[in-house]
């Protein structure tokens, strides 16, 4: 089972990461990483809020910071630091449950680097201790790739459907050799299906090809938590990577156990949504007012004349 979430716009850097580096691992797709990084400072100023960040980027200040990202990057200059630490947001909020390096304390570091993956529109897949350097890149940037001018999305496609297959199935087969599975949700000994459980966005989601999992004999499920607060919904995909992690959940029936975090949120798994390809979580809030579809307001009642 490999936990798939995305990577956050909002960024904590540091000029020393918690862990030394000797103790951060490489990403696997550094070399891509670097191409990208040196295509992206080919752009020129007044075309990179267009071209790199999708117009999203307006204030000035926020843009001469990236751009010198990108630029220290593209020099293996700057700060570097593990993923998990380097990622900020209600995404990493519910993964590491507001917790100060909750994660690191509390879950074992290497079944984390072997059950969760993030996704990055520069770095392609890390794991959660990989080494990484500060940046701000849109999964639509356009740049010159490959020989021809393309998409981020389709430039990593394959490249992770691929990756992420050959890592499941090597997890799939090292786990048909273990004994026993002490201290999981598991209780069935068995060999567990090969499966990789997309918890990230849709738009993370779209730079996996499905098909080429599917061929590998890999089973894609899709997250969705349903929920009216964006927040709440991206806490629950950081809740459920740390479910996953913290539990040992190897498999898919096991992921139907997640109920969230009292702090964040308490979440239930909703079978009449959910098929095998997806599964459906529905936030639940004794307090929240109920959908105005699902009820009127009450009429108030009128006083009888004496």
Request: glycine letters at 6%.
């Amino acid at each position: 089972m490999i936990c798939v979430i995305n990577s956050a716009k909002s960024l904590k850097v540091r000029d020393n990461s918690k862990k030394s580096l000797k103790d951060l691992s490489v990403p696997v797709f550094q070399a891509e990483a670097l191409q990208i990084g040196c295509e992206a400072i080919k752009v020129p100023d007044d075309k990179k809020n267009e071209t790199l960040w999708a117009k999203h980027v307006n204030s000035n200040a926020i843009q001469s910071k990236s751009a010198k990202w990108l630029a220290d990057f593209a020099l293996s200059k700057g700060p570097v630091q593990a993923a998990v630490d380097m990622y900020a947001g209600p995404l990493c909020n519910g993964l590491k449950l507001k917790e100060k390096s909750a994660l690191r304390s509390q879950t074992n570091p290497e079944n984390a680097q072997q059950h969760m993956r993030i996704i990055s529109a520069l770095y392609g897949l890390l794991r959660p201790y990989d080494g990484v350097r500060p940046y701000r890149l849109e999964t639509n940037a356009q740049l010159s790739l490959d020989g021809e001018i393309q998409s981020l999305r389709t430039f990593w496609k394959a490249r992770l459907a691929e990756q992420l297959s050959q890592e499941a199935l090597a997890l799939s087969s090292a786990s048909s050799e273990e004994s026993s599975q002490e201290g999981g949700l598991d209780l069935k000994k068995e060999t567990p299906q090969p499966v990789v459980a997309l918890a990230c966005s849709q738009e993370y989601a779209n730079l996996v090809d499905p098909k080429i999992l599917e061929k590998n004999g890999v089973r894609l499920l899709r997250l969705k938590f349903k929920t009216r607060a964006t927040v709440k919904g991206k806490q629950a995909r950081g809740m459920f990577c740390r479910f996953v992690l913290d539990h040992k959940v190897r498999s898919v029936d096991g992921l139907k156990a997640f109920t969230g975090h009292p702090d964040l949120g308490n979440w239930r798994f909703c079978e009449a949504e959910s098929s095998d390809s997806e599964f459906v979580f529905e936030m639940v809030d004794p307090g929240k007012r109920p959908a105005a579809s699902d009820s009127n307001p009450p009429k108030k009642k009128q006083k009888k004349k004496a």
